[in-house]
């Protein structure tokens, strides 16, 4: 069995994270799907997914300002839309997040949370859910 | 086909690479599942899986003194635990890796290893391995 | 059902995107499956497989630039093949990519191409394609 479906979503900066577990976790419920894989794609190349922290928002602007400063916009960079630091860190991060299903429930870390990372923001942005059991 | 499983083991330092390759391969025989894909998550937001060399151990010794001079404890960060810089890491490797499965056996390249990538121990640690095909 | 094939290319420099997109898109309608995932791997320790911009050429050069410049060939690195930094960058890539397949189409983003990325190059190299659905 297959589920496919796109989420849109609109986000506030230019680096930030979008939490996304809460609208995955229901369409994983939606998908009538009881175990398997459930990957979430960012359909772009300036933004990726990742898992991490979602107890204390400290933890989101470290990760920003310590991405940011190592991949700066580096003046020497030759991309007219003067994006490539949102380029390199998407592919960093990656484009997708693999979880596992198990009775219908994303298999997930006690601090773990599902978010888009947004690197050149404020956009409108879609990620594609696929489930398959 | 699904199957699914954790795997908990203690890493012995702050930074270093756990070999879940033997593990992954067992319960990959144990799974009866012939074909497919098998992904083994991490349930933490301070380390991460990867796939690596596993020839020379000079390697693990390069990769982490590089990415902890990188990604260092800097004193700007806000996150009273004070290990964000492990937070950040663990994004930038990412979460989980998936490897085929062909004749019930995982397609690894002759120099590939699977490991849990530790950015904050030594910890007692958890991977899910998800098997479908 | 699940199908899988490796495709062999030769990278043409040191640091470099190799466009796998057309490849794995024959694949996935060569494949008979219509809905799933197509997972494309690397099975090498010095290059890993990303998507990314597919237009403007600059942004690869960027981003072989600036990786090339943060993970520079340390002169610290113990690892007698002086390959250390390839072996970095690869795990921060990642050795994979999934793409959801949807009636026989990659869902890939109007800008995302498939590229293996070299950081060891020019060599011969192998990536797996594996379909499930």
Redesign the interface.
């Known amino acids: 069995m ?1 589920y ?1 479906k796109e989420i849109g979503f609109r986000t506030a900066k230019r680096s930030c994270w979008f939490d996304l577990t809460r609208q995955v976790a229901a369409l994983a419920v939606s998908s009538g799907i009881e ?3 459930c ?1 979430i ?5 300036t933004g990726g997914v ?4 979602n107890a ?1 928002p ?2 989101e ?3 920003f ?3 940011d400063k ?2 700066d916009r ?1 003046p ?6 003067g994006n ?2 949102s ?2 860190k ?11 299903l ?1 009775n219908s429930k994303l ?6 949370s599902i978010y888009f ?1 947004e690197f050149d923001g404020p956009r409108n942005r ?1 990620v ?1 859910v ?1 489930i ?2």
């Open positions: 297959v496919s175990n398997g894989l990957v794609s960012s359909l772009h190349t990742t898992l991490n922290e204390d400290d933890v602007l470290d990760f300002y310590k991405l190592i991949f580096d020497a960079f030759q991309h007219i839309e490539s630091d380029h390199i998407t592919s960093l991060v990656g484009l997708s997040a693999t979880v596992p198990r298999v997930l870390g006690t601090w773990q990372c879609q594609n696929t398959i059991g």
